[in-house]
């Protein structure tokens, strides 16, 4: 069995790790874990801290994060914020170990995060996700990095979609002839000034805090990418589909939250009508996340066959839309 990323990591080691690194902000004391993914998280007191190998997530890539999220601050968006360490960095590097660790510190999200599937359990969330994201948009357009090294990557160059044909065995067939199509699908859609830019790229239930006037703010984007708008809007409706919903909240939510997306920004129609196809493509490469990251695995210990994956019951056997 392969060894994954999260599973090389010694989560004794990087207790001791997170406890220094901490001191970096001037704190002192027990970290408490909260989660091992794509990145390592402690809570300390009311701060998160957020440790990642830096052979996974580059430090100029964290700081280019780190950037975008002032810069949504600064237009009065409400998201995560990062905290500046006593010698006013954003992000902290730990080379006293092998590999060494980019590191970084969140205030507490205004809010509680989602419990999982909240998201979908009341149609309200739906308008007000709809215009936050709208909002995101339409400043991230307008977004520039302040120096040119500081640039998030294109999600075409993200490690999961690039290194995709590596990371599934050859004797996947299905999950490479689907990873093939998706890609040829994703490389024929024109770059559009109106359509494209850096966006969340993981708008889900637990990246999502909402505070009792019912305000939404963002946490976790370590996955920002430039990226077509239309992928944001696509991901929330992908897990949506994997719960037991009757089909015509589905159908009420989607249209109600693209309806409210698009009275805040209006992306052309021509996007909105091949969703589906961003649909299918986050559960192509959610599947080799999971094989990377997690190893795929079910609980006896064998990888989950592609065609059992689905986890937003896509229709495999469809063409990808056309614009």
Same mark, same amino acid.
């Given at each position: 069995?392969?060894?994954?990323?999260?599973?090389?990591?010694?989560?004794?080691?990087?207790?001791?790790?997170?406890?220094?690194?901490?001191?970096?902000?001037?704190?002192?004391?027990?970290?408490?874990?909260?989660?091992?993914?794509?990145?390592?998280?402690?809570?300390?007191?009311?701060?998160?801290?957020?440790?990642?190998?830096?052979?996974?997530?580059?430090?100029?890539?964290?700081?280019?994060?780190?950037?975008?999220?002032?810069?949504?601050?600064?237009?009065?968006?409400?998201?995560?914020?990062?905290?500046?360490?006593?010698?006013?960095?954003?992000?902290?590097?730990?080379?006293?170990? !092998?590999?060494? %660790?980019?590191?970084?510190?969140?205030? *507490?999200?205004?809010?509680?995060? =989602?419990?999982?599937?909240? $998201?979908? &359990?009341?149609?309200?969330?739906?308008?007000?996700?709809?215009?936050?994201?709208?909002?995101?948009?339409?400043?991230?357009?307008?977004?520039?990095?302040?120096?040119?090294?500081?640039?998030?990557?294109?999600?075409?160059?993200?490690?999961?979609?690039?290194?995709?044909?590596?990371?599934?065995?050859?004797?996947?067939?299905?999950?490479?002839?689907?990873?093939?199509?998706?890609?040829?699908?994703?490389?024929?859609?024109?770059?559009?000034?109106?359509?494209?830019?850096?966006?969340?790229?993981?708008?889900?239930?637990?990246?999502?805090?909402?505070?009792?006037?019912?305000?939404?703010?963002?946490?976790?984007?370590?996955?920002?990418?430039?990226?077509?708008?239309?992928?944001?809007?696509?991901?929330?409706?992908?897990?949506?589909?994997?719960?037991?919903? !009757?089909?015509? %909240?589905?159908?009420?939510?989607?249209? *109600?939250?693209?309806?409210?997306? =698009?009275?805040?920004?209006? $992306?052309? &129609?021509?996007?909105?009508?091949?969703?589906?196809?961003?649909?299918?493509?986050?559960?192509?490469?959610?599947?080799?996340?999971?094989?990377?990251?997690?190893?795929?695995?079910?609980?006896?210990?064998?990888?989950?066959?592609?065609?059992?994956?689905?986890?937003?019951?896509?229709?495999?056997?469809?063409?990808?839309?056309?614009?």
């Amino acid at each position: 069995m392969v060894r994954t990323l999260v599973a090389k990591r010694n989560l004794e080691e990087l207790y001791e790790l997170a406890r220094a690194s901490a001191k970096l902000w001037g704190i002192d004391a027990y970290p408490q874990f909260v989660g091992n993914s794509e990145n390592i998280v402690y809570k300390i007191k009311s701060k998160y801290l957020r440790l990642v190998e830096d052979s996974h997530r580059s430090f100029n890539l964290i700081r280019a994060e780190m950037a975008f999220i002032e810069y949504l601050q600064k237009k009065n968006i409400s998201v995560v914020k990062p905290i500046a360490s006593l010698k006013g960095k954003m992000v902290e590097q730990m080379r006293g170990v !092998s590999p060494y %660790f980019n590191v970084c510190m969140f205030e *507490k999200i205004s809010g509680q995060i =989602l419990a999982k599937n909240e $998201l979908y &359990k009341d149609i309200k969330y739906a308008e007000k996700l709809g215009r936050y994201l709208g909002n995101i948009h339409q400043q991230s357009l307008n977004y520039r990095p302040v120096l040119p090294w500081l640039k998030r990557y294109k999600y075409r160059n993200c490690n999961i979609i690039k290194g995709g044909f590596d990371i599934l065995p050859v004797i996947m067939k299905k999950a490479r002839m689907e990873l093939e199509n998706a890609l040829s699908w994703y490389d024929s859609l024109p770059i559009e000034k109106d359509s494209y830019g850096l966006i969340h790229s993981d708008v889900h239930g637990k990246n999502i805090a909402v505070d009792r006037k019912g305000n939404i703010s963002l946490i976790d984007f370590d996955d920002c990418a430039y990226n077509f708008l239309a992928y944001d809007l696509a991901v929330p409706l992908y897990y949506m589909q994997n719960i037991s919903l !009757s089909e015509d %909240f589905k159908e009420d939510f989607t249209n *109600k939250f693209i309806s409210s997306y =698009l009275s805040t920004y209006p $992306l052309p &129609k021509k996007w909105i009508n091949i969703l589906s196809g961003f649909i299918r493509l986050r559960n192509i490469e959610l599947y080799i996340w999971k094989l990377k990251m997690l190893g795929g695995h079910d609980d006896a210990g064998n990888i989950i066959p592609f065609k059992d994956f689905s986890m937003g019951k896509v229709d495999l056997k469809c063409n990808y839309p056309k614009l």
